[in-house]
């Protein structure tokens, strides 16, 4: 079974420019997952899914993120624009319904210069 | 809120040894779910073991295993004969039940753990 995919692995921008992640889940998960983790800190919760509709983005800075989900399945996260704060690494994750374990995709570090 | 804390920033074993990583959290809820993930330098959590609050026995998984104790609110994990593959960042995670306030996994700082050959 193929687990969760993210891509780009790594980007580098300047602040002000914006950028896009993009998450594959492992299919038939229905519910997916954004983190943010900053250095030395452990994941934080932006945003969560179930199928194509948002079930908690409370954490979610939404005047500059935005994701979405479209038929259910992959998901994007854009970051519009950048800050300097926002250097972290993004992880995705999925799970087969909200009771389920959560399985991380490698994550997509973010560095903004 | 709930929160988790791991108040052991570095923890160093010897290969074959085995060591206890700590975690204790703050809920007031009576059902959740407690886990350790693993996260090396390639960045992919992966989950280590799972833990039921309702559930008294202790889980185990191999040559990990917990010592849940719900009253101290203390969830620690043991990782018998280390080896080298283990050395690795070790986050202690809190989840609400489904029915509880929010099923978004609830992380501490993290404590990297080296293994000495």
């Known amino acids: 079974e193929a687990g969760v995919a993210q891509s780009p692995r790594y980007k580098i921008i300047e602040k002000r420019q914006s950028v896009a992640f993009w998450c594959n889940p492992i299919s038939g998960h229905a519910t997916l997952y954004w983190y943010q983790q900053i250095l030395g800190q452990g994941p934080k919760l932006l945003i969560q899914?179930?199928?194509?509709?948002?079930?908690?983005d409370s954490q979610l800075p939404k005047d500059r993120f935005s994701a979405e989900r479209l038929k259910g399945v992959d998901s994007t996260l854009k970051i519009q624009p950048a800050k300097l704060e926002d250097s972290a690494v993004y992880l995705c994750?999925?799970?087969?319904?909200?009771?389920?374990?959560?399985?991380f995709g490698p994550g997509t570090r973010l560095t903004v210069l | 809120a709930q929160t988790v804390t791991q108040s052991q920033p570095e923890m160093s074993v010897q290969e074959a040894e085995t060591v206890t990583l700590s975690c204790t959290y703050d809920t007031s809820e009576s059902d959740y779910y407690l886990f350790w993930y693993k996260q090396p330098p390639s960045r992919q959590m992966i989950l280590v073991i799972r833990q039921e609050a309702y559930k008294q026995q202790n889980a185990t998984e191999n040559r990990f295993s917990v010592n849940f104790q719900k009253a101290a609110k203390s969830f620690s994990l043991k990782i018998s004969d280390s080896q080298l593959g283990d050395a690795a960042m070790y986050f202690c995670?809190?989840?609400?039940?489904?029915?509880?306030?929010?099923?978004?996994?609830?992380f501490g700082t993290g404590t990297l753990l080296a293994v000495q050959p």
């Open positions: 899914f179930q199928n194509n509709g948002v079930v908690d």
């Open positions: 994750a999925s799970s087969q319904n909200v009771r389920d374990t959560q399985y």
């Open positions: 995670a809190y989840r609400s039940s489904p029915g509880g306030a929010t099923n978004k996994l609830i």
